[in-house]
């Protein structure tokens, strides 16, 4: 079975510093996709960065970025000039390309953005 | 934009009730799925579908079940609800492939007393 661990529960950044979140995953298969997902306090649930694991090349989506080791099950997401409507909960999610969808979700990791 | 509906934004029911939980997608997506979403576990799947009529069991279905006769519309049903059922709810659809991201619903948070 796949597992995803987002070992800090909560992190406290200022407005235009940058945080960095951190996911590790397990699994034994090469082929799959990782996520990251933002949930605001609306609740409403978005896509902020995807990743093929066959790309090398990290994915970026504006200040949102992502390192991803491949070797070491690792997929970083990286705030830049952090804003406070980045305040959020970010979960980190994992899907085999096989897997009739089957997102695994990690807990998710508590973004405050302070002033 | 892709846009999922969930009926109820808050829910409050008594143990043994029958609860409904509907879920609406404007975008003709072929997949949708039912999570429940507690402190701590993060998302986990309860049920998904990727046709009409058809259903596949997540990783947490006993006490659910679902039903989806048109499309756009997957229902999540609580047959006879119990205090552990007391969560958020989240719906999402995906357009076809097993990959392709999944759009989430504004969830809907259950309580039961």
């Known amino acids: 079975a796949q597992t995803v661990t987002q070992s800090q529960p909560e992190m406290s950044v200022q407005e235009a510093e940058t945080v960095t979140l951190s996911c590790t995953y397990d699994t034994s298969e090469n082929n799959y996709y990782l996520f990251w997902y933002k949930q605001p306090p609306s609740r409403q649930m978005i896509l902020v960065i995807r990743?093929?694991?066959?790309?090398?090349q990290n994915a970026t989506e504006n200040r949102f970025s992502v390192n991803f080791q491949k070797a070491a099950k690792s997929f970083s997401l990286k705030i830049s000039d952090s804003q406070l409507g980045d305040t959020a909960m970010y979960f980190c999610a994992f899907i085999l390309t096989d897997s009739w969808g089957k997102l695994q979700f990690g807990a998710g990791t508590q973004v405050v953005v302070t002033p | 934009d892709v846009k999922v509906t969930q009926s109820s934004r808050y829910l409050v029911k008594r143990t043994g009730e029958k609860v409904f939980l509907e879920c609406v997608q404007d975008?003709?997506?072929?997949?949708m799925f039912w999570y429940r979403q507690d402190p701590g576990l993060g998302l986990r799947l309860i049920y998904f579908?990727?046709?009409?009529?058809?259903?596949e069991k997540g990783d947490i279905p006993e006490g659910y079940s679902v039903s989806r006769e048109k499309k756009e519309r997957f229902s999540l049903i609580l047959e006879s609800a119990s205090t552990n059922q007391t969560s958020m709810y989240l719906c999402?659809?995906?357009?076809?492939?097993?990959?392709?991201?999944?759009?989430f619903g504004p969830g809907t948070r259950l309580t039961v007393l």
């Open positions: 990743q093929e694991a066959y790309k090398q």
């Open positions: 999402a659809s995906s357009l076809r492939q097993s990959t392709d991201t999944q759009y």
């Open positions: 975008m003709d997506h072929e997949n």
């Open positions: 579908s990727y046709d009409v009529k058809m259903k």
